[in-house]
T-cell receptor, first 116, second 112 residues
Framework: DAGVIQSPRHEVTEMGQEVTLRCKPISGHNSLFWYRQTMMRGLELLIYFNNNVPIDDSGMPEDRFSAKMPNASFSTLKIQPSEPRDSAVYFC??????????????FGPGTRLLVL | DQQVKQNSPSLSVQEGRISILNCDYTNSMFDYFLWYKKYPAEGPTFLISISSIKDKNEDGRFTVFLNKSAKHLSLHIVPSQPGDSAVYFCAASEKGAQKLVFGQGTRLTINP
């Protein structure tokens, strides 16, 4: 089985440019999570979706960040405009939720973003 | 405000000995705790978990201990093997919540 797929794996861009990160969750999973990992803050949740609907976006740092999940097999995280402090590794994770029970979250390999 | 803290950024242990990774939390509403393991250039992978109704959970070489009164959990790896060298993240969630709160991670190095 394919795991969570993220693209690109590496992204280098200049300040002010738009960045789009992509994620394909594990087939059959109905929850999707976007995380950011930095040295200072560790691994922090940005936003998560259930059944393609955003549930909690309280971790999204600013209006420059937006996330969408147009269907069950695809999600994007967009940063516009990007800034050097956005440089981090961005992870997507997916899981299956049935009622109040959530199974383990499975993480993708991450996208390493560098904003110059 | 870090609700989950891993105060040791790194730990070095000799192969065959016990590795003990520690995690503290501040939110008394947390009732489910997990450990994830991360290799370079890969995403974190689930290792072991424990519910607040237990104080110990064991899976092979890995044991997680929970001390609710101290708001402290630890991961014991025995015996430690070179393949255990990785970054370990502690995470927690409130009852019924999907949101995981992670610590900053501890880099474990197992020396031959």
């Amino acid at each position: 089985d394919a795991g969570v797929i993220q693209s690109p794996r590496h992204e280098v861009t200049e300040m002010g440019q738009e960045v789009t990160l992509r994620c394909k969750p594990i087939s059959g999973h109905n929850s999707l999570f976007w995380y950011r990992q930095t040295m200072m803050r560790g691994l922090e949740l940005l936003i998560y979706f259930n059944n393609n609907v955003p549930i909690d976006d309280s971790g999204m740092p600013e209006d420059r960040f937006s996330a969408k999940m147009p269907n069950a097999s695809f999600s994007t995280l967009k940063i516009q405009p990007s800034e050097p402090r956005d440089s981090a590794v961005y992870f997507c994770a997916s899981s299956s939720v049935r009622g109040r029970f959530q199974e383990t979250q499975y993480f993708g390999p991450g996208t390493r973003l560098l904003v110059l | 405000d870090q609700q989950v803290k891993q105060n040791s950024p790194s730990l070095s242990v000799q192969e065959g000995r016990i590795s003990i990774l520690n995690c503290d939390y501040t939110n008394s509403m947390f009732d489910y705790f997990l450990w994830y393991k991360k290799y370079p250039a890969e995403g974190p992978t689930f290792l072991i978990s424990i519910s607040s109704i237990k104080d110990k959970n064991e899976d092979g070489r890995f044991t997680v201990f929970l001390n609710k009164s101290a708001k402290h959990l630890s991961l014991h790896i025995v015996p430690s093997q070179p393949g255990d060298s990785a970054v370990y993240f502690c995470a927690a969630s409130e009852k019924g919540a999907q949101k995981l709160v992670f610590g900053q991670g501890t880099r474990l190095t197992i020396n031959p």
